[in-house]
């Protein structure tokens, strides 16, 4: 089992930055690949970045792609996600999720989700 609790998020203007961390309890955390995704008012929650548990592999979906910047620390149990040159359309609950398998982009992949942090730029 693991336990998945976000926090970071706030209001932001657009161009700023933020970082959301992802702390996760129990022994195993460097044992899952950790993935961050979003989820906008009225849309789908989409895949945003994940990393595998050794932190030598990471993917980004093409619209975060050189703005933002997915880390971990397995000593510290914490993922995290830097998130620079915002923009309006970042807008969203931003969700942490871990999963046993490899890198993953889909959500019903992942095992274990956080409850979110709300990220908010605006104009």
């Known amino acids: 089992q693991v336990q998945l609790v976000e926090s970071g998020g706030g209001l932001v203007q657009a161009g700023g930055s933020l970082r959301v961390s992802c702390a996760a309890s129990?022994?195993?955390?460097?044992?899952?690949?950790m993935g961050w995704f979003r989820q906008a008012p009225g849309k789908e929650r989409e895949f945003v970045a994940a990393?595998?548990?050794?932190?030598?592999?990471?993917r980004y979906a093409s619209f975060v792609k050189g703005r933002f910047t997915i880390s971990r620390d397995n000593a510290k149990n914490t993922a995290y996600l830097q998130m620079d040159s915002l923009k309006p359309e970042d807008t969203a609950v931003y969700y942490c999720a871990a999963t046993l398998s490899n890198i993953r982009y889909v959500r019903g992949e992942y095992d274990y989700w956080g409850q979110g942090t709300q990220v908010t730029v605006s104009a």
């Open positions: 129990g022994r195993t955390f460097s044992m899952y690949a």
């Open positions: 990393i595998k548990w050794s932190g030598d592999s990471i």
